[in-house]
């Protein structure tokens, strides 16, 4: 159990337009789910916190109108990167937390954006 | 501030030799403890975590790593490399309340025949 799903996996885009990844929790509900942004080569940075029916709360740095944060249900949070430039290409995972004990969380595969 | 150092950016080991990715955090509140491996182009998969209890913690494919509050580290290891071994390891660090995780800047691992 406990298996998180991102879709799509991998998107091409060009320069201006707007990209939506849904990150989805598949056997448990999650009132809350994390989008992390990870560089060639470097390390997940976290960039926003999304709780379920309230507006997402983003880290120092992150355009929050450039990354529009969406968790309108227990089982789904979406991010649209809107009108991407190619500084936006990046993977981007998103996790989502499971309310047992330890609050543990689970990760999704991740979305790979190529901005041209 | 809350940190995670992995200080080997990179690290080549022989196939059969053994393996300890070193990992030291700062956390404010007790830590939830962490280690991921990533292949390239892959998402994250889960090797082991440290909640509580017994300070060492066994893993999946034959990774262990050892809880020192002392040393504030979280170190893995494993006896015996093998080729498939090769990835990225981050270890990160979360709170009781079920936080974001913090992760460090990961070490590439690289096996050597």
């Known amino acids: 159990g406990a298996v998180v799903s991102q879709h799509p996996s991998w998107v091409i885009c060009k320069s201006g337009t707007s990209v939506k990844i849904e990150c989805r929790s598949l056997?448990?509900?999650?009132?809350?789910m994390f989008w992390y942004r990870q560089f060639p080569k470097q390390s997940l940075m976290l960039m926003a916190t999304?709780?379920?029916?309230?507006?997402?709360?983003?880290e120092q740095g992150v355009e929050k109108d450039k990354f529009l944060i969406n968790h309108a249900s227990l089982t789904l949070s979406t991010l649209t990167v809107t009108s991407a430039h190619p500084e936006d290409s990046s993977f981007y995972i998103c996790?989502?937390?499971?309310?047992?004990?330890?609050?543990?969380?689970?990760f999704g595969p991740g979305t790979r954006l190529t901005v041209t | 501030a809350q940190s995670v150092t992995q200080p080997d950016i990179h690290i080549t080991v022989s196939e059969g030799a053994s393996l300890e990715l070193r990992c030291n955090y700062s956390?404010?509140?007790?830590?939830?403890l962490f280690w991921y491996v990533q292949s390239p182009g892959q998402g994250l998969q889960l090797l082991l975590k440290y909640f509580s209890g017994d300070t060492l913690v066994q893993g999946i494919k034959g990774f262990e790593a050892e809880f020192k509050r002392s040393q504030s580290s979280f170190n893995l290891r494993k006896p015996s490399v093998h080729w498939s071994d090769a990835a990225e390891y981050f270890c990160?660090?979360?709170?009781?309340?079920?936080?974001?995780?913090?992760f460090g800047k990961g070490t590439t691992l690289s096996v050597s025949s």
């Open positions: 990160a660090v979360g709170g009781q309340a079920g936080t974001a995780l913090i």
């Open positions: 056997d448990f509900q999650a009132t809350t």
């Open positions: 999304s709780n379920e029916g309230s507006k997402a709360t983003y």
């Open positions: 956390y404010g509140a007790t830590p939830y």
């Open positions: 996790s989502a937390k499971r309310e047992t004990i330890r609050y543990e969380q689970y």
